[in-house]
């Protein structure tokens, strides 16, 4: 996310906002298709967190967020799914003249994941997170889309590694010129007793032509699963970013470190 968005060649803009768009509704159809027709594949969750923490920047000021999403994955591999959250760091950006009107983040996504081995597996797709709301003339579209491949070994039945790269096709979330940035995104998992799992993460946010915004993100945290659906999962996260690029109108540092806690239900 972007807390200091530009303006940029209105003809690319306004592609790039149809391509984001175009497959945010394709996403969305095909993930409502899904859910109607073939409820053995379907899956959901819905989550209510402390805080909507992206790459390690908060998305809410530092406030709860309540969230959601679905997937329907096929036998054969392919998967489609859509997911959404309340946010508010477009609201809360500094801009001279109209102010934004924005409050919910809506992503779909489209992938294939399969295995090499017994051990290996891996998961490719494209990603387009959606702002809807109103902006001032100029504002630069915060909307984006993302293709990735990740990959990830399980040596055993209690410890994963993971790691993917993100790469953006448009302009990532708000800055100008900056299609072609990535975030790589390094994950180890070890469930440690039946129905807890260590969780540690480590990130790298590039981006095109506004370096300074660049920076890097880490987390350590646990999770608490239940036989019911539910799970509870507590986490620290930080990052260096630097402090004056990322605080917003309200002198909230959204880099910050930070703790949250979440807790989710899977269906």
């Known amino acids: 996310m972007s807390l ?21 509704a394709t996403a969305l159809a095909f993930a409502a298709l899904a859910a109607t027709t073939a409820h053995a594949g379907t899956s ?24 959601g999403g679905i997937e329907y994955a096929h036998d054969s591999g392919f998967y489609v799914g859509a997911w959404g959250s309340n946010v508010s760091w477009l609201s809360d950006t500094v801009v001279i003249g109209d102010d934004i009107s924005n409050s919910l983040e809506l992503d779909g996504y489209v992938g294939y994941r399969g295995k090499a081995g017994e051990l290996f597996s891996y998961d490719v797709g494209v990603l387009t997170y959606y702002y809807p709301g109103d902006y001032p003339s100029g504002f630069n579209s915060p909307d984006t889309t993302e293709i990735y491949l990740g990959g990830t070994l399980a040596p055993s039945e209690t410890v994963s590694v993971g790691l993917k790269y993100s790469y953006a096709v448009t302009d990532l979330f708000g800055y100008a010129d ?3 940035s990535g975030y790589l995104d390094a994950n180890l998992n070890w469930t440690f ?13 590039w981006i095109e032509h506004n370096k300074d915004f660049e920076y890097a993100d880490w987390k350590v945290g646990v999770t608490k699963s239940f036989d019911n659906g539910f799970s509870v999962a507590a986490a ?32």
């Open 236 to 267: 620290y996260s930080d990052t260096d970013a630097e402090q004056a690029l990322y605080t917003n109108a309200h002198d909230n540092f959204l880099a910050d470190d930070a703790f949250t806690l979440t807790v989710s239900k899977a269906f």
């Open 178 to 180: 900056s299609d072609g």
């Open 4 to 24: 200091h968005s530009k303006t940029e060649n209105a003809a690319g803009a306004a592609g790039k906002t149809v391509l984001a768009k175009a497959a945010l």
């Open 193 to 205: 007793q039946p129905t807890w799992t260590l969780n540690v993460h480590g990130g790298k946010q």
């Open 44 to 67: 959901g969750s819905v989550s209510l967190t402390s805080d909507y923490l992206f790459r390690g920047v908060s998305q809410n000021n530092q406030n709860p967020a309540l969230q």
